[in-house]
């Protein structure tokens, strides 16, 4: 019997702004190019779910490490599936279905599992593709399988598939070579935010940061970290091999006052972000700052809300050797909002924005360093000024 697609193509959510993908009734799945997919799910701030996953390369083996979480008690992860495959390049658009797939830990809240690929894959493209069985809707996602040996971290007893631990959190690092210490660098250099999309500067971190402290561990060491910052652990400090992470504290909702200061950056003047800081732990000084920006409660209020909102979302999918608010993607995430569309190109992303407020595009380019392969900077224009301030000043009225 012929195959029946129910919706087939690209199905649009209304009013969510969220692109999916309908499953055909029968097998098959989705067939396209990896490249002409709008992504912008992927960033998507009420999604059902996030797929945070890792590649590692050790052991003349392959394994992708993944855990799915859902993002509100609405969701049951029993209905949901992961089909993996692999492809040669983006533009091919069908690719071979991976079996060796380690049985999965699942509850209501959360799926865990690990993919097995062999050698063969290296270079090539890992798609993961999360089907809603209850809807037939289907998400898709990508990344670059590594050509060479990777380290990774361990946390919790799985891979931290995340740029950032906990204070006090107990790690592991694997990958590394059995016979040789631990070369663990810390940075607790405080990295500036991201400037402006129309500045003429490039927020690329250099690759000779001089770090605070250095010490040395024993592989098999379970470690914890008692200071915030960026760490870095090789066993040759002359070779880009290691592994990089954050070490954070309220992180990445931010509750305590004074790390609300920071991102306020973006849409306070000079004077204004001083007293901010200023501030302490003083809510009642804090809340008059605020106060001085919007011009009223029920805006302060609405402002908080929204804007912090943004930058958590910043700070789940941007983390990066900053915080996640700080790197130029999510500068123009909390400004600007949800894009229209995100095409994936593996080095740059265009994000398209077509609303009231702001028509227009953002290229962002791969600038890859040890503290982060997936680094991406803003290719930045002097257009961009005059809606800039348009859109600060829509913040600072709480019109979000």
């Known amino acids: 019997m012929d195959c029946v697609r129910k919706n087939s193509g690209i199905k649009i959510i209304p009013g969510w702004l969220m692109i999916l993908f309908t499953l055909f009734i029968c097998s098959g799945g989705y067939s396209q190019g990896l490249q002409s997919i709008n992504y912008n799910y992927i960033y998507y701030p009420d999604q059902p779910h996030y797929l945070h996953w890792k590649i590692v390369h050790h052991n003349n083996q392959i394994e992708i490490q993944y855990s799915l979480e859902r993002s509100g008690e609405a969701v049951n992860l029993f209905t ?17 279905a991976v079996t060796a797939v380690s049985p999965v830990v699942t509850t209501e809240a959360l799926k865990t599992g690990k993919v097995t690929l062999d050698n063969s894959a290296a270079g090539k493209y ?12 289907m998400t898709i996602f990508y990344k670059k399988i590594p050509e060479t040996a990777t380290a990774y971290l361990i946390q919790d007893n799985s891979t931290n598939v995340k740029n950032y631990v906990r204070l006090n959190t107990p790690v592991t690092f694997f990958g590394f070579d059995k016979d040789k210490p631990l070369i663990i660098s810390q940075y607790s250099e405080t990295f500036p935010p991201a400037a402006p999309p129309f ?21 098999d060491t379970i470690l914890s970290f008692t200071q915030k910052g960026l760490y870095l652990v090789q066993q040759d400090t002359a070779s880009t091999a290691g592994v990089a992470f954050r070490v954070e504290d309220d992180y990445p909702k931010l509750g305590m006052l004074q790390s ?31 106060l001085s920006i919007t011009g009223n409660t029920d ?59 702001f028509t227009g595009k953002f290229t962002f380019v791969k600038a890859s360093t040890i503290f982060d392969p ?8 002097k257009s961009y000024e005059a809606k800039w301030y348009e859109m600060i000043d829509l913040w600072r009225k709480a019109r979000f």
């Open 126 to 137: 890992a798609v993961a593709k999360v089907v809603d069985n209850t809807k037939r809707l």
């Open 299 to 357: 805006r302060a209020r609405i402002f908080m809300r929204s804007y912090f909102r943004r930058v958590e979302q910043a700070n789940i999918y941007f983390s990066s050797y900053k915080e996640g608010w700080k790197t130029d993607r999510g500068m123009i995430y909390i400004i600007y909002g949800l894009p229209q569309a995100v095409y994936l190109f593996g080095d740059r992303e265009v994000w398209e924005y077509k609303t009231v407020d």
């Open 80 to 96: 949901y599936d992961i089909l993996w495959e692999i492809r040669k390049d983006l533009l091919e658009k069908e690719g071979t």
């Open 199 to 219: 500045s003429t500067t490039q927020a690329r971190v250099s690759a000779l940061l001089k770090p605070d402290s250095i010490f040395t561990k024993p592989p």
């Open 260 to 290: 609300l200061v920071g991102p306020m950056v973006y849409i306070c003047s000079k004077t204004e972000y001083s007293k901010l800081a200023a501030a302490g732990d003083s809510k009642a000084q804090f809340d008059k700052a605020i």
């Open 374 to 381: 997936e680094n991406f900077v803003l290719l930045r224009d």
